[in-house]
């Protein structure tokens, strides 16, 4: 129905920068919601943050100010562009896809985000 694949992580010093993306491919006139969430080693997955068909945004309190999410509707691409990144943005990054028609949520496998000098 919907598949997620995500790019774009890897190593990165504080303060640095990345940008992730997540291509869609599928059913993607059945998505409502595509969004980020992340996962750090001995926690739980987190929202990070999602955007609507509209275009509306919402972010998590620990990121705002600092990432940006956005799509790209041609491509079926969503991006996560990540500034200022602290040693406490480390986590495996997640994209994901609701769709109420389906009645589901679809991820993408993950990306691995380091922060470390």
């Known amino acids: 129905q919907v598949q997620l694949v995500e790019s774009g992580g890897g190593l990165v010093q504080p303060g640095g920068s990345l940008r992730l993306s997540c291509a869609a491919s599928?059913?993607?006139?059945?998505?409502?919601?595509m969004g980020w969430y992340r996962q750090a080693p001995g926690k739980e997955r987190v929202l990070v943050a999602t955007?609507?068909?509209?275009?509306?945004?919402n972010y998590a309190d620990s990121v705002k100010g600092r990432f940006t999410i956005s799509r790209d509707n041609a491509k079926n691409t969503v991006y996560l562009q990540m500034n200022s990144l602290k040693p406490e943005d480390t986590a495996v990054y997640y994209c994901?896809?609701?769709?109420?028609?389906?009645?589901?949520?679809?991820w993408g496998q993950g990306t691995q985000v380091t922060v470390s000098s």
């Open positions: 955007i609507t068909n509209g275009g509306g945004t």
């Open positions: 994901y896809a609701d769709s109420a028609f389906y009645g589901s949520r679809y």
């Open positions: 599928g059913s993607m006139f059945r998505i409502n919601v």
